[in-house]
């Protein structure tokens, strides 16, 4: 709950002249502005004039249609049919048609016979070396010829790196004669040229596991393209032995002729990446684009049908067509009118129940401009995060989901009820709650996701003393919000993986929330001028500056201020007031005796009293002086505006009895005495002789001289802390403390600033005033309760004897300063 600075009227039927007036400068004109703010009926309808209008351009100026709310892989909510006829061309059939296309397209590859001019070589080499040899080693005997071929084959089947055994070279040449392998060689080389020709290709491992069709697409060295009947390794191995056994006259010379070729039949079919891709492209471009078409009235999504993206697209395509007929306006579309129109009816209903329902709601206006602040905050933050959470993830169908569960429900709530109450958390939650509703398509659920988020979270931050609970605050509001998006993400039949997410994305949400909520609070107390029960919490550290200086400089100030305060608290319990504030008011009500704390009874020590050289008036200018010094005091260490208000009024404009008292003492013993009067006594002219045997006039003392500035107490719990300074200082003059004695000083003070008018703007009652002198006396009893004497040994009884001479001496002495504490 939050404190303003409160202004009440002043009661009727009082005399409201009593006691100084005073003159009504700039910080009159700014209190006559504030209230008329706070209270004017005028300012409140324009607030609400313009809250409405506020809220319409936030949340749906330029918002386009939403469409039905589907899901990717999640079961359809309900039956979509088309209104109108509609065409669109299908990107997801058409890459369905291109992805079928690309596979039909066989490989490309390119011939070479590189394998074969190797291999040519090599056996143009071996019939060169042969004919060497034999002219060379033929006369030495056929077991050096033999030796001498047997190295050179070696070598040429070691240079050109094949794997071929050289006796199978001897036993070819031992098996024909030079002609007859001459021509062999030169037929073998023909067949397998035209197998190279043909085309060898390496065979994959699913020809290998089984048969299959294996299409091949050649181009030659220009890029045309040929369909040559190309062969594996395995079936041209087989092609060129039936060949080779056709040609030789027995199978031996067959066999060592095939062991010899075979080494240079090798795959020759090279894959063509250019030239494939070049066939894809070809493929691609005969494809036409595929268009779907809709008549009215047919299915788009069947109800509980799982949706797929061709789902999606449909209805994307759908949505778009519909849009690109609308009325492009910014304000005159049905979207904006239709929204505007319902937004308008829910706030009449709400303007209806402030007027009647929240009548009592202490400065309204305040606090209901608080309440609309902190809803068009919320609002435009959930707006800001749907905005740009559809243009960043407008491909990502699966995220794009998820962006109405992380709206902030709750921030509005959780302030309001900090900062103002809890009738107007749940009214600006049920706000948010129907218009994030409206945003989304008039989505039922999330109107009742966002309500009860919201209520929940104001609930639990009311009455939070400590800024760390509003984080709880935010979790328990994105806790529930996770447990009703579950509940009816299940009753719809969404995935367990689906409302995990959801969960998970609404707590972390609410923790978020809370987190904001705490960094947004003091500006929202900066703002408006209030203070709430967190910051008064904080102020009660007994650490504070200020406190510490009043510790050392003026304890006995620093002691009278922490009586005050369980005297305010107590009563303020009573009543129904905040006792934390009254708490928090009298720990600093008396600041600005740090200035001159020698100049209050309180601090004064060894029978030093710095009045004793002045006169009356100059002691009660500094005594009325610690009034401004404490809000200059305040206002240098920033203390809330509510704690200043205190200071001002915590005097009231109450007549400072005992210097007002010395004063007229001091007119009269002047006026026996016939010296001149001094300021600020003044003379009536009606009474008294001169030394001529005219009359004299009377001195009077000029009461306002001797009155504090104020203002009166204007709020109840200023009201309390007024009695009980009163109170507290007064009871340290009671000799002997009886209930019959402290109900008398009560009453007697009760009775004296009532009748003195100091109650005249304050909405106290006189049944609370009861209640509040029936709590200063239980309270005052009990501060000064008496404790049983303990038994004194015989030489303490000698020692006392001997000083009540001296003590007796001194009880003239501190009934004077007993008298002055009370009276000031």
Do not use: W
Request: hydrophobic share 40%; with cysteine.
């Amino acid at each position: 709950m939050a404190f303003f600075n409160r202004k009440p009227a002043s009661r009727k039927g009082k005399d409201s002249s009593k006691g100084p007036q005073r003159k009504s400068g700039g910080r009159g004109n700014d209190s006559q502005a504030v209230s008329f703010f706070e209270t004017s009926q005028i300012i409140e309808f324009g607030l609400f004039i313009l809250f409405t209008a506020l809220v319409v351009t936030i949340c749906f100026l330029g918002q386009q249609p939403k469409g039905p709310r589907v899901i990717l892989n999640q079961a359809a909510p309900a039956r979509i049919v088309a209104d109108f006829d509609f065409e669109f061309e299908s990107k997801l059939q058409t890459e369905k048609a291109i992805a079928a296309a690309r596979a039909q397209v066989p490989p490309v590859f390119q011939r070479t016979f590189e394998p074969f001019e190797r291999f040519r070589n090599f056996i143009k080499d071996l019939n060169s070396s042969i004919a060497k040899n034999q002219i060379e080693f033929e006369d030495e005997g056929s077991d050096v010829l033999r030796e001498s071929l047997l190295d050179t084959a070696s070598t040429l089947i070691e240079r050109y790196a094949l794997e071929l055994d050289p006796q199978t070279i001897l036993e070819l040449m031992a098996q024909t004669s030079p002609r007859e392998r001459s021509a062999l060689f030169n037929d073998a080389l023909s067949v397998l040229k035209g197998l190279y020709e043909d085309g060898i290709y390496r065979p994959s491992r699913s020809d290998e596991m089984g048969s299959g069709v294996t299409v091949i697409q050649l181009v030659d060295e220009e890029g045309r393209f040929d369909m040559p009947d190309a062969r594996s390794l395995n079936e041209a191995l087989v092609a060129l032995r039936v060949r080779i056994d056709s040609l030789s006259r027995d199978t031996e010379t067959a066999r060592a002729l095939f062991e010899i070729l075979r080494e240079g039949l090798k795959p020759n079919l090279l894959y063509s990446a250019s030239g494939t891709n070049r066939a894809i492209k070809r493929a691609v471009e005969q494809i036409e684009p595929i268009r779907i078409a809709y008549r009215a009235g047919d299915t788009l999504i069947e109800p509980g049908a799982i949706i797929m993206p061709a789902d999606l697209e449909r209805l994307n395509a759908y949505r778009t067509i519909q849009l690109e007929g609308r009325n492009t306006s910014l304000f005159f579309n049905q979207l904006f009118m239709e929204r505007m129109v319902l937004t308008l009816i829910l706030f009449i209903a709400v303007y209806i129940y402030v007027k009647q329902g929240l009548r009592e709601l202490h400065k309204r206006n305040r606090a209901i401009a608080i309440t609309a602040v902190s809803i068009l905050l919320n609002l435009l933050v959930v707006r800001l995060i749907m905005e740009l959470g559809e243009t960043a993830l407008v491909n990502n169908r699966p995220s794009l989901s998820m962006l109405p569960y992380i709206a902030p429900y709750a921030l509005a709530p959780i302030l309001v009820a900090v900062l103002v109450g809890s009738a107007p958390a749940v009214l600006s939650a049920l706000i948010v709650a129907v218009v994030f509703g409206l945003m989304q398509n008039n989505s039922v659920e999330f109107i009742l996701i966002a309500f009860i988020s919201g209520v929940v979270g104001g609930f639990v931050s009311i009455g939070t003393r400590k800024r760390s609970k509003l984080v709880r605050a935010g979790f328990m509001a994105g806790a529930t919000a996770a447990a009703a998006s579950a509940a009816i993400g299940l009753l719809n039949g969404y995935s367990f993986g689906l409302v995990g997410q959801q969960t998970l994305v609404t707590l972390i949400v609410g923790l978020l929330t809370g987190i904001l909520t705490v960094g947004l609070l003091p500006v929202f107390e900066n703002l408006f001028k209030i203070t709430t029960e967190i910051t008064l919490l904080e102020l009660t550290d007994f650490n504070h500056p200020l406190l510490r200086r009043m510790q050392v400089e003026a304890p006995g100030s620093y002691h009278h201020s922490l009586m005050v305060a369980n005297l305010s608290e107590n009563a303020a319990a009573t009543i129904g007031a905040s006792p934390l504030l009254c708490r928090v008011c009298c720990l600093f009500h008396d600041i600005g005796k740090l200035v001159k704390p020698d100049y209050f009874t309180e601090n004064q020590h060894e029978g030093i009293n710095p009045h004793d050289e002045k006169n009356p008036s100059m002691s009660a200018l500094v005594i009325k002086a610690h009034v401004k010094e404490g809000v200059e005091i305040a206002r240098k260490n920033k203390l809330p505006r509510v704690i200043i208000d205190v200071i001002r009024q915590h005097h009231g404009t109450t007549l400072i009895q005992y210097f007002f008292h010395q004063a007229n003492e001091k007119a009269k013993e002047e006026q026996q005495t016939g010296s001149a009067p001094t300021a600020p006594e003044k003379t009536n002219g009606k009474h008294g002789k001169n030394g001529k045997g005219k009359t004299k006039p009377p001195l009077r003392v000029e009461e306002s001289t001797y009155r504090y500035d104020g203002p009166r107490p204007q709020f109840k719990e200023s009201a309390i802390i007024f009695f009980a300074d009163s109170v507290e200082a007064a009871s340290r003059s009671l000799k002997k403390v009886t209930q019959p004695n402290v109900e008398e000083l009560i009453d007697r003070i009760f009775k004296d600033r009532i009748e003195d008018g100091q109650l005249d703007n304050c909405p106290l009652t006189f049944q609370e005033l009861d209640q509040i002198r029936k709590s200063f006396i239980y309270t005052v009893l009990n501060m000064l309760h008496a404790r049983i004497e303990y038994p004194k040994s015989d030489s303490e009884k000698a020692a006392e004897r001997g000083k009540e001479a001296q003590t007796g001496e001194n009880d003239n002495a501190t009934d004077a300063s007993t008298g002055n504490q009370q009276l000031v």
